[in-house]
């Protein structure tokens, strides 16, 4: 039996029926888990923190690039 990391509720799977770096959330929690592992089943939790770091890494990357685009607009202008 498999327990989520987050809560330690058993969640019943089968080592046969999932694949390593498939998505599964928790009934209990609702927490987003990774497999890892399948012989047998390790389940981690996947950070929404983390995913929010790498949105707004785009955010400002992308940001960037515009303040970029109009610093030469401006040159050619000037």
Do not use: F
Request: charged share 55%; proline share 4%; hydrophobic share 20%.
């Amino acid at each position: 039996m498999t327990r989520c990391p987050e809560c330690d509720t058993e969640i019943d799977l089968d080592e046969d029926e999932v694949e390593e770096g498939e998505i599964l959330s928790c009934p209990e929690c609702d927490v987003e888990l990774e497999v890892t592992q399948t012989h047998p089943v390790h389940l981690i939790v996947i950070s929404e923190d983390e995913d929010d770091d790498d949105e707004e890494e785009e955010e400002k990357s992308s940001v960037k690039e515009d303040e970029e685009d109009d610093d030469e607009d401006e040159e050619e202008v000037g």
